[in-house]
């Protein structure tokens, strides 16, 4: 894993345990056209992700969506289907706001997907829903499931 990586993350963590942020975040059930899931696994957590990340002040919440994929796997056509639901998350000191979003890559999203950022992302994937990989974030694998019931979520992340 990266090292500056791990070092920002821990400063930045200690900043918000003193600042008490509120944040908004998105996140994407990204599909292609065979119903796999795409997963990210980032150079400085142990766990396999949703690609997603922070909304920048004045962006909109689509536009964070449509930069974050193309900054983390490389997907340029994605098109949002639906919202699967809005999460809030205390953890790390921050009052975080998830937008988690159905999409569906483009055509070409398979052929596409790659692992764009190579200091952030350390290896991205499809996955069949009935068999992702471990480790599974624990918020990762709730979204996942609430998606295969076809249920939209709020409460905690």
Known sequence: MAWTHRLAG?????????TRPRTIGV???????DGRIALVRHTYMEHWYLPGGG??????IDAALFRE?????????????????????RREGKDDHI???????????????????LAEIEEAAWFAPDAL????????????AEYRQGATGTGPW
């Open 27 to 33: 996140r994407a059930i990204l599909l292609d056209r």
């Open 69 to 89: 994929l193309a900054e983390e796997v490389g997907v340029t056509d994605a098109r949002i289907e639906r919202v699967l639901g809005v999460y809030h998350s």
């Open 133 to 144: 990989p471990a480790p599974l974030s624990p918020a990762t694998a709730r979204r996942i």
């Open 55 to 60: 909304v920048n002040k004045g962006e909109s």
């Open 99 to 117: 937008v988690i979003f159905v999409v569906q890559g483009g055509p070409d999203a398979s052929a596409e997907f790659r692992r764009a950022d």
């Open 10 to 18: 821990k400063a930045a963590r200690i900043v918000w345990r003193i």
